[in-house]
């Protein structure tokens, strides 16, 4: 079976796609742990094998503020931290536990630098999520709570049953109870909509473990293949 990795490559030319393999390592991060802390500078460029990460801010109130989900297929770091070499703005968080293909990012900055390919991928990447974060602005100006979760729906369809109520309400920017109000409506609304649509199944915070909201700490960004414990 093809890895998102490999299909991941196969958009390179070859000898490119090679210098990704000999670039790239297996690594492992545990549900809740911290891929990158907002004020490292990021250290490694992640590219998600199985799992589901969280990118997220705090307000000045300690509020978490989800900015947005990487799942599989796609890559993983604090992107604008890395593509200016500064330290990050974003925490990255494991929802779930993740197997991961890691790169240095000295070393990855190096290759994109000496590949004509990998740089014309990385600015296909760069406008995708250009794109990506002007949609999520207008989104949060223009509509109001109950469109926006109808948009995380539309374009999060597949992950709505892996979040949790509050990780969803964070990403819409409400309240969990707000939030729940809002399901209440739609689903009164569309009773022929199979339940599944309006992510019942994340009421439950029993799926978050009934954990703390804040994630735990950890002091390496991802473990390498065979030194992390599940």
Do not use: K
Request: charged residues 30%.
């Amino acid at each position: 079976m093809t890895s998102h990795f490999d299909r991941f490559l196969a958009r390179l030319p070859e000898v490119d796609a090679d210098r990704g393999r000999a670039l790239f390592r297996p690594a492992r991060v545990e549900r809740g742990e911290l891929l990158v802390r907002a004020g490292d500078r990021p250290e490694r460029v992640g590219f998600v094998e199985r799992g589901l990460f969280r990118l997220y801010q705090t307000d000045a109130a300690g509020t978490d503020r989800t900015l947005a989900f990487r799942a599989e297929g796609e890559l993983v770091c604090a992107y604008s931290a890395v593509l200016r070499r500064e330290t990050s703005q974003v925490t990255i968080e494991a929802l779930e536990p993740a197997d991961l293909m890691v790169a240095p990012r000295s070393a990855y900055d190096a290759m994109v630098a000496a590949s004509s390919g990998w740089r014309q991928l990385v600015a296909r990447l760069t406008e995708a999520l250009y794109l990506r974060v002007e949609q999520r602005q207008t989104e949060l100006l223009l509509a109001d709570a109950a469109e926006r979760y109808r948009l995380f729906l539309a374009g999060h369809e597949d992950l709505a049953t892996r979040l949790t109520q509050r990780h969803i309400a964070s990403y819409v920017g409400i309240t969990p109870e707000a939030l729940s109000r809002i399901r209440r409506r739609l689903i009164s609304i569309n009773d022929q909509r199979p339940d599944a649509a309006y992510g019942r199944d994340h009421d439950d915070d029993a799926r978050d473990g009934n954990r703390s909201g804040r994630p735990r700490s950890t002091a390496a960004a991802a473990h390498p293949a065979g030194e992390g414990t599940r």
